[in-house]
């Protein structure tokens, strides 16, 4: 159960004070307090924990400063969609808003190789008026010999060229929490040219220990990307590690999962579940189409099957697409068979819009016929 309190209502205050006076007297029952940051304002949230079967929610909704009572299900209590929750979905970083109606492209290099690739990508960006990149620093590689990214070395570059261009949010996936530090001082050192949305990749999906670090901070949001071998539940469950430990700015960017059933792509790609997650929570949904597909085939239509991949995502109610996009492909460290060359990321934008617009028209269509349905005489 949730208890959303007046905008006016927070730690501190004497409403507070009584209305977690009155929950300490329930047997059975822990509370957990979120500061939830909107665009406009803070509004505080109390998590009932343990028998909540016991309280009465009516009562609760009376008490002074109580907005609203939200009773969840078991799952997903933080990020996940619950009956009359009218909890506003979505977030806000550095100026670009992230939610389930809005769409970012995320381009740009699997793994930072060179400042100079750095650079011709953040610009071949801008062209395109885009304000969000991919960069990897630290890459989780499957093994020990292959290169693992440059680290902290290349934060100072990378995001002075993310600023220049002026990009506002860079995904980046971490490994270890002490990543989180070394970004924020990367950041502070250079006075915060650009945002960083830390990624948490799909071979760490399940490392609890780095999601609760993730989750413990609120500097950063998260990309979260799907398990590629546990159920879409277990990776929902994963992403509410996150939130409960009190970050609920995270985006769920399906991948593609592990099986051979996906030959001759990387992976079995996954996009049938936008809506899927977009009905059980509240989170913005991304798609990956580059490690799902992990080849850059043109099909007998000429378009790439990544193209493709990724406007199945877009027209099934994406809200991110996370992209891999290199200078030279063949000079890449990492994953450059499915880098897209800088030269196609024009068409790739076009395409995406097609595939967008597509999308609203038929969520216009569908919200047309609903009305057509419920203002009909019954028959
Ligand atoms: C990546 O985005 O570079 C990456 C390693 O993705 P995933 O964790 O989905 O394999
Ligand atoms: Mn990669």
Redesign the pocket.
């Given at each position: 159960m949730i208890l959303i309190l007046q905008d006016n209502v927070h730690a501190g205050t004497p409403a507070f004070g009584t209305i977690m006076e009155y929950l300490s007297r329930r047997p059975g029952i822990e509370t957990r307090v979120h500061e939830v940051k909107g665009a406009q304002q803070t509004l505080t949230e109390i998590y009932l924990i343990g028998d909540t079967a016991a309280l009465d929610a009516e009562e609760l909704a009376e008490l002074t400063g109580v907005d609203r009572v939200v009773r969840v299900s078991r799952e997903y209590r933080v990020l996940g969609r619950h009956q009359d929750d009218f909890r506003p979905s979505g977030f806000e970083y550095n100026g670009v808003d992230f939610d389930q109606d809005g769409f970012e492209l995320f381009a740009g290099l699997?793994?930072v190789d060179t400042r100079e690739h750095v650079d011709r990508t953040f610009a071949a960006l801008a062209a395109q008026g885009l304000r969000c990149a991919?960069m990897?620093a630290y890459?989780?590689r499957t093994s020990p010999y292959a290169f693992q990214g440059h680290g902290a070395a290349c934060l100072p570059f990378v995001f002075e060229s993310a600023g220049r261009h002026g990009i506002r949010v860079v995904a980046m996936?971490i490994t270890h929490e002490k990543h989180i530090q070394e970004i924020h001082d990367a950041l502070t050192a250079i006075g915060r040219p650009t945002g960083v949305m830390l990624?948490?990749?799909?071979?760490?999906t399940q490392n609890f220990e780095l999601l609760k670090a993730i989750g413990r901070q609120q500097e950063f949001p998260v990309l979260f990307?799907?398990g590629?071998g546990i159920t879409l539940e277990e990776s929902l469950n994963a992403a509410e590690y996150l939130a409960s430990e009190g970050n609920q700015r995270v985006v769920f960017?399906l991948?593609?999962v592990k099986t051979g059933l996906g030959d001759p792509h990387r992976n079995l790609v996954d996009f049938a579940h936008v809506p899927v997650v977009r009905r059980l929570t509240r989170m913005p949904v991304g798609i990956?189409p580059?490690?799902s597909v992990g080849r850059r085939d043109v099909g007998p239509d000429g378009i790439e099957d990544i193209h493709h991949a990724a406007v199945q995502g877009v027209i099934a109610g994406a809200n991110l697409v996370?992209v891999?996009f290199h200078p030279a492909p063949a000079k890449a460290l990492?994953?450059g068979p499915q880098a897209l060359r800088l030269e196609e990321l024009p068409l790739f934008v076009e395409d995406m819009q097609i595939a967008r617009e597509a999308y609203l028209k038929r969520r216009a269509a569908h919200e047309r016929a609903r009305q057509a349905d419920a203002t009909s005489p019954v028959a």
């Open positions: 699997c793994a991919r990897g890459k989780p996936e990624q948490v990749g799909t071979r760490n990307k799907r590629f960017c991948r593609g990956d580059s490690h996370l891999d990492v994953d």
